[in-house]
């Protein structure tokens, strides 16, 4: 099983340092386009629902042609 995301990737003060912004008078709006971002990825990365049991059945699909398995009927 695979470990769950660490809270924060980039932390606000390494995405201030990288764009270097001084001050601190900016910080909440900063923290929630660094949420906004991560968020907006994290929805693109995420596999659609159910594809494992598509893999799958292209996976015994193709076994069954290659001749490495039976056909169950």
């Known amino acids: 099983m695979l470990a769950p995301p660490a809270p924060a990737p980039v ?3 390494e995405a201030k340092d990288y764009l270097r912004i ?3 008078g900016q910080n909440e709006l900063e923290g929630k386009l660094i949420a906004a971002s991560r968020a907006s990825l994290g929805s693109t990365l995420r596999p659609p629902a159910g594809w494992m ?21």
Do not use: T
């Open 11 to 13: 932390g606000l003060g």
């Open 22 to 24: 001084a001050g601190d």
């Open 53 to 73: 049991r598509e893999v799958a059945a292209l996976l015994l699909s193709a076994a069954q042609r290659a001749g490495c398995l039976r056909s169950s009927s």
